[in-house]
């Protein structure tokens, strides 16, 4: 979603812009199982655009294994569902400059959220709507009347529209709309009688559709009120009033935006369930700008009940706009979220043909540590088939005042690594390090907190918020045990502490001529039980 301070339009939309590009929506003619639901009569379309011009060069800073489409801005994830062998990442999307403009659904598909494709526009902005974010479900009963047959089911995404023009009251109003997949995604139809769900609000957002019991479940945001409200359907096309809400609760400095429901078993105990509520926030970071928090707790059908008080979704300062994937294989849940902060996003040097990317997906669990229901995230496995050599593996080492180097380098890498019986002040890893430039990803033992701290990780004056070190509450284990593992990427480090109770993202800007990986000691000793450090694999293939 766009900063919660501006509203303002980025441009004004013209249709030669859109036929300029190559775009994925298009009048369908399929025939629906419903015939009145079908689009009223319209001009033919465009003729196919011409093909897409040559990637540009690829940016330092260009991530090697986070996604990134091939040109443009980025910010909310959206959309995420698992249909027939693909994982479907939309995203908030400016194709057509690399700052929040009209937005569009971007897409992407892949068959291990770690290789992906980027496909075209899903949803692009017109002259009427910008495509703000949503969600997508597998209608498989076709409820909606909307499949190409009867017995096959169809893809529905549920967006915010919002309004290109302003109401009576100088205001864009926001909306829920819908539109139709009936080839994998390839291709969406809006629905002709849009808007399905509009409460005449310019601050209603961010539906997130799901299945419960016998209905169709939708969650928007009252983004200003700090609260979320429950819908119901039986055809994803007719709303009704709110059937419920959650909030004000927890953090409500600032709007509320892209909700997120589910449910867990704890321990993997199916017979012991719990719901997560995530709940982002822009501004409401404990440092500055946006966040995401969540808590654990009860669903009814009508209401939340939080068993517990708010917790953070992340301790860094760039992790925001989480969501999870729906109809993941085996019930599991995976999560990603956009790897920025609207503080400074627009001002970060990425480079000149892209801005942002998102974090690593995620498998997200509920687990009992230390006697407290906690939820944790860990990198998907899927990451390891792209760990390449040279592998470097030792056991044993202690280090005391000192750092720990064996011509450690990589600016792509995934390390894992085991400290233990510990009398240091402090110890960790450097990353992204040189001269004059190190990132570090460690832990205090006086204050009891794991940190990242980019103070001085590269280009740090672009934004006083910046620099800094961001730290989070965490219990070493018995015998001083901290186990950490650390995605490191050209321009990004995701810190996961312990079972991933505890995770820090953050994204820098260092020089990429300064790759150096160090284990370090200060204030006394510390034992490296063991550690790996695997160079990543680039995934990434521009065409």
């Known amino acids: 979603m766009r900063p919660a301070v501006s509203h303002t339009l980025v441009g004004a939309v013209v249709a030669a812009v859109v036929a300029g590009i190559t775009v994925a929506i298009m009048y369908s003619t399929l025939p629906l199982c419903d015939e009145e639901d079908t689009v009223s009569p319209s001009p033919p379309p465009s003729p196919p655009p011409s093909p897409s011009p040559p990637p540009p060069p690829l940016d330092p800073l260009r991530p090697a294994y986070h996604y990134t489409p091939k040109s443009g801005w980025v910010n909310d994830p959206n959309g995420l569902v698992y249909y027939k062998g693909e994982y479907h990442l939309f995203y908030q999307h400016d194709y057509e400059t690399i700052l929040h403009g009209n937005m569009s659904w971007g897409h992407a598909v892949s068959t291990d959220m770690v290789h992906w494709t980027e496909l075209p526009l899903a949803i692009p902005y017109t002259a009427d709507e910008q495509i703000f974010s949503g969600s997508v479900v597998v209608d498989w009963a076709c409820s909606s009347g909307l499949c190409a047959t009867p017995d096959m089911p169809v893809?529905?995404?549920?967006?915010?529209?919002?309004?290109?023009?302003?109401?009576?009251?100088?205001?864009?109003?926001?909306?829920?709309?819908?539109?139709?997949?009936?080839?994998?995604?390839?291709?969406?139809?809006?629905?002709?009688?849009?808007?399905?769900?509009?409460?005449?609000?310019?601050?209603?957002?961010?539906?997130?559709?799901?299945?419960?019991?016998?209905?169709?479940?939708?969650?928007?945001?009252?983004?200003?009120?700090?609260?979320?409200?429950?819908?119901?359907?039986?055809?994803?096309?007719?709303?009704?009033?709110?059937?419920?809400?959650?909030?004000?609760?927890?953090?409500?400095?600032?709007?509320?935006?892209?909700?997120?429901?589910?449910?867990?078993?704890?321990?993997?105990?199916?017979?012991?369930?719990?719901?997560?509520?995530?709940?982002?926030?822009?501004?409401?970071?404990?440092?500055?700008?946006?966040?995401?928090?969540?808590?654990?707790?009860?669903?009814?059908?009508?209401?939340?009940?939080?068993?517990?008080?708010?917790?953070?979704?992340?301790?860094?300062?760039?992790?925001?706009?989480?969501?999870?994937?729906?109809?993941?294989?085996?019930?599991?849940?995976?999560?990603?979220?956009?790897?920025?902060?609207?503080?400074?996003?627009?001002?970060?040097?990425?480079?000149?043909?892209?801005?942002?990317?998102?974090?690593?997906?995620?498998?997200?669990?509920?687990?009992?540590?230390?006697?407290?229901?906690?939820?944790?995230?860990?990198?998907?496995?899927?990451?390891?088939?792209?760990?390449?050599?040279?592998?470097?593996?030792?056991?044993?080492?202690?280090?005391?005042?000192?750092?720990?180097?064996?011509?450690?380098?990589?600016r792509a890498v995934d390390i894992e690594v085991v400290f233990t019986n510990t009398d240091a002040t402090e110890f960790g890893v450097r990353v992204h390090a040189g001269e004059n430039q190190e990132t570090l990803v460690g832990y205090d033992v006086a204050t009891g907190k794991a940190f990242v701290d980019r103070t001085k990780s590269g280009t740090v004056n672009f934004h006083e918020k910046f620099p800094g070190r961001h730290d989070a509450p965490f219990a070493l284990q018995s015998g001083s045990k901290l186990k950490l593992r650390v995605l490191v990427d050209h321009g990004s480090v995701e810190a996961f502490f312990g079972e991933g109770e505890i995770a820090i993202t953050d994204v820098v800007f260092p020089d990429p001529t300064k790759d150096a990986i160090e284990f370090y000691a200060k204030g006394g000793s510390v034992v490296i039980e063991s550690y790996s450090v695997w160079q990543m694999k680039e995934t990434h293939h521009l065409v």
Request: aromatic share 12%; with cysteine.
């Open 155 to 410: 893809l529905i995404a549920m967006y915010t529209s919002f309004s290109q023009h302003e109401d009576a009251n100088g205001k864009h109003i926001q909306s829920q709309h819908i539109a139709s997949s009936n080839d994998l995604g390839r291709t969406w139809l809006k629905y002709a009688h849009n808007p399905v769900l509009d409460k005449n609000d310019p601050e209603f957002r961010d539906p997130k559709v799901q299945r419960y019991g016998d209905s169709w479940l939708v969650l928007v945001q009252r983004s200003t009120e700090h609260k979320l409200e429950f819908y119901k359907s039986t055809d994803l096309k007719n709303w009704g009033d709110a059937v419920g809400s959650f909030g004000p609760a927890g953090e409500t400095s600032g709007v509320w935006e892209c909700p997120d429901m589910f449910e867990l078993a704890v321990d993997g105990d199916p017979n012991n369930k719990k719901w997560v509520l995530i709940v982002n926030i822009n501004p409401g970071n404990r440092v500055a700008g946006s966040a995401g928090q969540f808590f654990i707790g009860d669903f009814d059908g009508k209401e939340f009940k939080a068993e517990t008080t708010t917790d953070w979704l992340d301790w860094g300062m760039d992790n925001y706009a989480t969501i999870t994937w729906d109809n993941a294989p085996d019930g599991q849940r995976f999560s990603i979220g956009w790897m920025s902060n609207w503080i400074y996003t627009e001002l970060a040097p990425t480079g000149p043909n892209f801005r942002n990317t998102f974090t690593s997906p995620r498998l997200l669990k509920l687990q009992t540590i230390d006697g407290k229901v906690r939820l944790t995230q860990m990198p998907v496995n899927y990451l390891d088939s792209i760990r390449s050599g040279p592998v470097k593996q030792e056991d044993k080492v202690t280090l005391k005042d000192a750092s720990h180097k064996k011509d450690l380098r990589g």
